[in-house]
């Protein structure tokens, strides 16, 4: 699979999503739209500055990796609760 530039593709879908989002607040609450898209623009911005902070990124892998962590041992431990639970079965 061709990936492209992630910076391209951060900023496609961010402007994607800022349109999307956008017009569903417009067409729900009557909004008025420069207000809404300086705020959805000031929050992407955001979002754009953080994805390209390596601190970010290190606290973020540092997280998934706490996070697997936390899963598998917890999914070893319900294993092992099963293969007890079976093994007392009468056979």
Known sequence: MRRGRPDVNLQATRYAAER?????????????APVVGDALDDAFTAVG???RDPAVHEDFKETGEALGKALSKTLN???AEVRKAFDRSPK
């Open 49 to 51: 500055a953080a994805a």
């Open 77 to 79: 431990e319900v294993a």
């Open 20 to 32: 999307q989002f956008r017009l569903s607040l417009q067409q729900r609450h009557d909004l008025d």
